[in-house]
């Protein structure tokens, strides 16, 4: 409200989640995205897409640090490579009209608290690891670009510095991972912080049939009961839906 010069006015918002906390979904940058499009609505829809995600990531600042990992897309839609904060400078990435990618998210009945996560991290990254990954960056980036789905799982599933920390402590994983790509999935990574994981493919029909196999690995493999979810890319980002006239 800041941002739209408006000083004298409060508001009051529920929010209807249906995003887990703690899930690796970005569920604090859900509830920043839907606040600020909506509050951005109500007083004439000003504020540019970009403003928005800096009204975001202020918002989001005080729970999961300052960062437009989620916040970014959630507003924005797609793929968006974030250059810089300093000035905020966001690049959307087009990924092809004509290709379908869908998301397979599995959610085990298990706690990853985003702290315990981080501090698992490593301290300090050799340079071939450095090397290897930031490759992998670029390839995830030109897979994007192309619509080139294979491309965009194999980068997907070959980060080296961060999964091989998290991975073990999240019961089951390594399996569920195993599990998607044997069921056919292009990729399969930790989504966030986890405890999630997140395979790509490109039908619902077969997102559904790999969601099974993730849920049955964590179920043998982690001793965790699971959920999938299947979900298409979204490439328009937060909107309004519907309003009520008062």
Known sequence: MKMLGIRKVGLSLTLEKGLPLGSGLGSSAASAAAAAVAINEIFGGRLTE?????????????????HADNVAPAIMGGFILIRSYEPLELLRLK????????????????????????????????MPH???????????????????????GKALSSDKIVEPRRAPLI??????????????????????????????TDSESHGEAIGKRMVEAFREEGKLAASAVVRQLDRVGARLVSSIAR
């Open 50 to 66: 970009e403003e928005l995600v800096l009204a975001g990531l202020k918002s989001e600042e005080k729970v999961s640090g300052y």
């Open 95 to 126: 990924f092809p009209a004509e290709t379908e990618l869908f998301f397979v998210l599995v959610s085990p009945e298990f706690e990853a608290p985003t702290k315990k996560m981080r501090e698992a991290l490593p301290g300090e990254i050799g």
């Open 130 to 152: 450095h090397i290897w990954n930031c490759s992998q960056a670029g390839a995830l980036v030109a897979a994007v670009l192309s619509g080139d789905l294979a491309g965009l």
């Open 171 to 200: 019961p089951g994983m390594e399996a569920v991972k195993r599990a998607a790509i044997e069921a056919g999935a292009f990729g399969c990574t930790i989504s966030g912080a986890g405890p999630t994981a997140v395979a790509v």
